[in-house]
C-alpha cells in the first residue's frame, strides 16, 4: 500500500543535523523526499512510515530500515498516529522477513546518533553471522570491512532488489491495511 491520506500526516521539512555531521543530508529526508532510492524501491508505505532495504553498499539482502516520514529526531516526538502505527509496523516487518530470509534470528534496533531522524534496523541473522551480540557485531564490521577492501564477496544492488521484492509481497503488509 502506497500512501494513506486519511491518517492526515504531512512530512515536515528536515532540520538541520548534528554539528559533527553538518557536512550531510539526513539520508532518511532524502529518501523520503525521492533523492535517494533504495534497493528494489519502497516495501511498504502508508504515508505514515516508510520501510524500504538498508541503502548501504555492505549490507546483506533482506536488511530493513523502518523509518518516520516526518523529520522527527526522539520517539517521545513523535505524534499519537506515528505511535499507534509503529508497533504493527515493525511486527509486519520482522514476520516477512523471517519468513522470506529464513534467518536463525531477527533483530530490531534504533541508535540515532549519526543519523538524528527516527528509524530502526531490521537485521536478520542468519545462520553465517555468529550468534551473540559481541561476536555478531565484531564479525560485521570485519566483514565490512573485508568487503570494502574487495576481500570478501558483497551480494549486489539486484540480490538486495529481489529480497525487498519477496519481502514486500509477505503477507504480513496485507494485515496492516486499514478496514475500508
Known amino acids: ?3 494513506h491520506p486519511s491518517w492526515g500526516v504531512k512530512q515536515a521539512g528536515c532540520a538541520p543535523p548534528p554539528l559533527f555531521f553538518a557536512f550531510m543530508n539526513c ?3 532524502d529518501e523520503v523526499e525521492g533523492r535517494l532510492t533504495a534497493p528494489g524501491g519502497p516495501i511498504y508505505d502508508d504515508g505514515v512510515w516508510l520501510v524500504s532495504h ?3 553498499r555492505y549490507t546483506d539482502p533482506g536488511e530493513l530500515i523502518v523509518k518516520v516520514r516526518r523529520h522527527v529526531e526522539s520517539i517521545a516526538d513523535l505524534s499519537g ?3 499507534s502505527a509503529l508497533g504493527p509496523v515493525l511486527r509486519a516487518a520482522v514476520g516477512a522477513v523471517a519468513r522470506t530470509v529464513r534467518p536463525e534470528r ?3 534496533a534504533s541508535f540515532g546518533e549519526r543519523v538524528r531522524h527516527i ?3 531490521v537485521l536478520p541473522r542468519t545462520a553465517a553471522l555468529p550468534a551473540g551480540h559481541v561476536f555478531s557485531d565484531v564479525y560485521k564490521r570485519a566483514r565490512t570491512l573485508l568487503r570494502g577492501w574487495g576481500l570478501a564477496p558483497n551480494p549486489t544492488g539486484e540480490a538486495r532488489a529481489e529480497a525487498a521484492r519477496r519481502i514486500r509481497q509477505d503477507e504480513a503488509w496485507k494485515r496492516l491495511q486499514p478496514d475500508p
Open 81 to 83: 498516529v506515528e505511535a
Open 54 to 56: 538498508h541503502t548501504g
Open 1 to 3: 500500500m502506497l500512501g
Open 119 to 121: 528509524h530502526f534496523y
Open 27 to 29: 539520508p532518511i529526508c
Open 106 to 108: 531477527v533483530y530490531v
